[in-house]
């Protein structure tokens, strides 16, 4: 009856509770003489946020979730006799399909004994007996899997381009500068299932013909960095890596290249210069990478989750692969729900799922009180899909076809107190800093755009001003050198689409609907409302506020500097904010 | 630092990366994690060790945000302004920050102690909004924790805590 018990506290804020509760877990077990059948892990990450102490009893696969210590004695109980202690059970969403994140939480991703328990290496060996290169690209045609950074090109027929091309050296790269803010998918994957992606690349370096394959992995995410790193000593240690891998004639060796905090490092001729240990500017395409890549040499460059994807597919077949998922995307899609959600964290869907089912369905709609205006996806390359079209099925072309992208798969819930332009500046401002400055397109349309938004949101703006944002817009997408530039203008060009409304009202009548744009505020006592207590007036971080608790109070708008915080202290809500 | 005796420090660091093709940005990863930044003595000494000019060497470290050429306060107070942080308040909690330390992002405290900067998301979006100082991560952090959360850090707790 050899059973595993996961603890992990939950709540983000606050002390970490999962030692003690992992020293009352173990007396509770010690007690019933269970210490010995039954292991006890404190895990690092579950994957499920605010949730209390989370407990998971494996492999009944029973969750539990808030979890006091009174619990306790009726856990130990049910796994026993493996029935559920229901009190505190949790299903989790049944819409999810784990493919990718299949591992993480689930094995030890610092054991390489765990990860090839769940079938890992199984996939390699099967490539390197039974299949020839030409047959594991076919296998990949047919599972019909697409790249998982954004852009959605066939994987398999990246690695038949770059087969074909000629070259006497091959590279294949892994992608993980995940600069997108707001996405950490991939960060995830590397951190809890390192061996899944150096599975798939040296599945991927087989199959087209590369005996050197490098991570490119943000320098953020040191914890991702020491265990792919680790990972990678255990494969040499195991013949998984090196020389003959398990007796083929197939050599193949990864190494680690860090970024250095460039959000462009992840359009792929940009990655490869900064590898190649320059700056990171991006060039022209073509030649593609698959003819002429890093020095020179055919180089395929595949994202995270598209490695993490490749061993499940050669485990099972692509024709299992394909039979998940919509006409044109098949498999799953992970993505980051975050933002003004009331469960935030990872969620797998099978693509074709709609935005409803993921923001509703399994992350619960919006924080208390306040209800979802729109979402955002693709990071700064996206736009905003607003809650009237959440019927729509996410795949890469019902996205598009939104004026948005799939991206890497960062969902950003938010909800009415959003101001469209604030975010559309937001955006704008993140890839004016972040353009690299080689063409002009990006570097000056970029920075002439957050202007004419900033003049917007300061009142200042003209209806002209709106025309000119949709004129930049078209020069930029027609005229910059690489991705970046060419999508920046996606949260600008939507928002527009979707809440010109919202621009009128700043632009014509000086007025900021969502009250997120400070310049376009005024605060006013409400004097019916008011019960003079002083709150505001001992809160005004200006003096703006005068009077007494006799009289009642006012707000001096010349000395107004709109911080709000009158507004919050109110308690009667007699102070109107418009 | 004698220049003898930092070129030969600077040499056993670049030494593991020696004749790896596009081996600048590892090595200068590693000599900033030495040295808390890129000191430009130190960038003359890698010039002639890789044989690489030292404009090249700038050109790098100027391109990419991770690279400092001036040395960090003894705390690093990192604000996330992904567009989750951002949407949940991280504007706020710079602001609070700037305030209690009485600097702007990229610049370091009279005393030494904190430098403050904005970061691009730090990857873990489901606890925003997130301060990091140093390698701890603050999640779910409201504008009124600040100040404790800095005092944790200030000269006096630590000549406390060393007491």
Known sequence: MAKTVFIKDTAITGKDRTRDFYGLFLGVLREKGLDTTIQLVRLADMGIYSAGIAVRVLPDNHLYTQVGESDIAGIVESIKTGQPYQPRLTKQASTQMRIVLRNCGVIDPEKIEDYIAHDGYHALARCLTELTPEQVIQEMKTSGLRGRGGAGFPTGMKWEFTRKSAGDQRYIICNGDEGDPGAYMDRSVL?????????????????????KGFFYIRAEYPLAIERIEKAIKQCHDNGLLGSNILGSQFSFDVEIRLGAGAFVCGEETALLASIEGKRGYPSPRPPFPSVKGLWGKPTCINNVETLANIPVILFKGGEWFSKIGTETSKGTKVFAVTGKVKRSGLVEVPMGTTIEDIVYGISGGAMSGKSVKAIQTGGPSGGVIPKDYFQTRVDYESL???GSIMGSGGMIVMDEDDCMIDIA?????????ESCGKCAPCRIGGTQMLRLLEKISEGRGVPKDLEQLAMISRAMQKASLCGLGQTAPNPVLSTLNYYRAEYDAHVNDKKCPACKCSKLLSFLIRQDKCVKCGMCFKACPVGAISGNREKGYVIDQEKCIRCGQCFEVCKPAAVLRQ | ?????????VRQIADSWKGKDGNLIMVLHQIQNRYGYVPRNVSLVLSEILNVPLARIYEVITFYHFFRLTPPGKHTVSVC????CYLKGGPELLGELEHLLCVKPGESTKDGQFYLEVVRCLGCCGLAPVVKIGDKVYGGVKK????????????????????
């Open chain 1, 191 to 211: 951190e809890g299932d390192p061996h899944s992606v150096i599975e798939g690349m040296a599945i991927g370096g087989y199959a087209i013909g590369a005996s």
């Open chain 1, 400 to 402: 598009q076809k939104m």
């Open chain 1, 425 to 433: 500046k937001f955006y704008l401002g993140f890839c004016v800093d």
């Open chain 2, 1 to 9: 630092m004698e220049k003898a005796a930092l070129e030969q420090e």
């Open chain 2, 81 to 84: 302004m992904g567009t989750a």
């Open chain 2, 144 to 163: 009124k924790d600040i100040s404790g959360i800095i005092a944790h850090y200030s000269k006096e707790a630590e000549a406390k805590a060393a007491a």
